[in-house]
């Protein structure tokens, strides 16, 4: 980038009140005999550090906030399950500078055919620089966004659990299960479907407990690949919810519909799988040798509330669903992007007074549509006679492109619009990784801070610049003359007039510096 063109200043925590002092040390330590039972201070606590939680604690630490990540598991999961990274998710990451490095680790497919297994072609002309799914093994992934946050400045310690809490007006005090106190500011619980902060927090968790169970795997079949080829294309000419899918080796990841709901906390066992693939399929293709085996239900559930105070909810603590479509990991990782940079102004001190609350106003209602989308799903994995010809005629339907295109935006979240108020069809979306001057738009937003993208060169963001950065760029693939971005990318504002600029960064990214100051 030409840095007369790209301006930024660095941004201090010199005008933030905190609640300890500059010699505190951010370690940990679980009070004992005689020991000094003063807790530490953080800025915000992670209960969970899945791919939500590691997410979320590097979008904090970008802006210097004081993170400490507590996980249950004494070690990463160890089990190779392929998990995929769709268009919106690879954005993000290209967005923090991270793509490149998971790449390596992925292995890229047609960004197409997910809705509901239908058949369908990616759809032409995709509003993305990354068209594709990203399969990638979930011990990596998690791996790789952990090793991000801990590079970062944020603190993981394992084999911690949150037992309790309380909160007041001025943070949240965690009680640790070893007996153990911590005291932050915020507590985030991305503790999954079971999360422990949410039940503790009182929040409301309805929605549609499991009804049928799908048993899935990866391991070895000695069945040779014309028996399996033949008889899965003959079961799916009824049956969608069936599938074995060869990943070379011999390997295969097997799904095959559970005899019936169990416990999800007891792992199935090969023998489970044998019984139920003779059942549908009337052999078991000599499976053995399993790399991990689980099951899951369609359990569909959306938390009330995403914020009590001080503690709030994100990724599978804060909703589930069935996995069909591939949402669930993506919408978390999503959720933090979202939430991410508003903690941390409200930690800073200068976030404007709602801006916290924007976080449930815009991510749960793209959680309620990832649930209806996916309950239309498995309706129409069913046998029953109804959602089969409901199947045949959305699959009709997917011919038109504009059909599939939506389905195919809804999936991948590249069709996300918040709710910003009047304005261009553009304003509340997210904007693609276009070309600029000196590069593509996406490294602008490495550091996670807002952008100014100005093609008339004579826009400003003047005392917001320890927040916003600046590029004017005449060339910019864009129909309009300028847009700021918030830190997630979304835009935030679409015009060319300073006065109505400056209302905008106000509404975004609160008071200037010099009366923030």
């Not at 970062?152 to 943070?171: H, P, S, W």
């Not at 010809?389 to 699959?395: D, E, M, S």
């Amino acid at each position: 980038m030409d840095s007369r063109q790209f301006t930024s200043e660095p941004s201090s925590n010199d005008a933030v009140e905190r609640d300890f002092t500059a010699g505190d040390v951010p370690g940990l330590r679980s009070p004992g005999p005689g020991a000094d039972r003063a807790p530490l201070m953080f800025d915000v606590i992670i209960a969970g550090c899945g791919p939500t939680g590691a997410v979320l604690a590097a979008e904090l630490r970008l802006h210097d906030v004081r993170v400490l990540v507590l996980e249950q598991a004494t070690e990463p999961v160890s089990f190779v399950r392929i998990v995929g990274l769709h268009i919106r998710t690879i954005e993000l990451m290209a967005m923090r500078g991270l793509l490149e490095r998971i790449l390596e680790h992925g292995r890229q497919r047609p960004a197409g055919g997910f809705f509901a297994a239908i058949t369908k072609p990616v759809p032409k002309g995709l509003d993305s620089a990354h068209t594709y799914l990203l399969g990638i093994p979930q011990p990596v992934i998690v791996r790789l966004l952990e090793e991000h946050a801990v590079r970062l400045g944020a603190q993981v310690r394992r084999g911690c659990a949150v037992a309790g809490f309380e909160q007041d007006d001025k943070g949240v005090t965690v009680e640790l299960a070893d007996g153990g106190q911590l005291r932050s500011r915020y507590l985030v619980g991305c503790d999954g479907g079971r999360s422990t902060v949410r039940k503790l927090l009182g929040v409301g968790f309805p929605g549609e407990p499991a009804r049928t169970e799908t048993l899935m795997g990866e391991m070895h079949l000695g069945a040779p690949q014309e028996e399996i080829t033949a008889k899965v294309a003959e079961i799916h000419e009824t049956d969608r919810s069936f599938d074995l899918r060869p990943f070379g080796a011999g390997i295969y990841r097997v799904v095959v519909p559970a005899a019936g709901v169990g416990d999800r906390v007891e792992p199935p066992t090969l023998e489970d799988f044998r019984q139920q693939l003779r059942a549908i399929a009337g052999t078991d293709f000599g499976v053995h040798s399993p790399r991990w085996l689980s099951r899951f239900g369609d359990a569909t559930r959306l938390a009330e509330r995403y914020r009590v105070g001080r503690v709030l909810l994100a990724g599978d603590a804060a909703h589930i669903h069935p996995p069909i479509g591939g949402q669930g990991l993506n919408l978390g990782v999503q959720d933090a992007f979202n939430l991410g940079w508003k903690l941390a102004a409200q930690v800073r001190g200068w976030a404007p007074e709602a801006l916290l609350d924007t976080y449930q106003a815009e991510r749960h209602p793209v959680a309620e549509d990832v649930l209806d989308n996916t309950r239309a799903q498995v309706e129409l994995l069913s046998t029953e006679p109804g959602p089969q010809a409901v199947r045949r005629l959305l699959t009709e339907l997917m011919d038109i492109d504009e059909v599939n295109r939506r389905l195919i935006e809804k999936i991948t979240a590249i069709g996300i619009r918040y709710d910003f108020g009047a304005g261009p069809d553009l304003l509340g979306r997210r904007l693609r990784d276009i070309d600029v001057k000196g590069g593509r738009l996406y490294e602008l937003l490495h550091r996670g801070r807002g952008l100014l993208l100005d093609r008339t060169g004579r826009l400003t963001v003047g005392g917001w610049s320890d927040r916003v950065d600046y590029l004017a760029d005449p060339t910019a693939e864009l129909d309009v003359p300028c847009v700021l971005l918030r830190p997630d990318g979304h835009v935030a504002w679409i015009g060319e007039d300073q006065q109505n600029l400056e209302d905008h960064l106000s509404r975004w990214f609160g008071e200037p510096a010099d009366r923030f100051a």
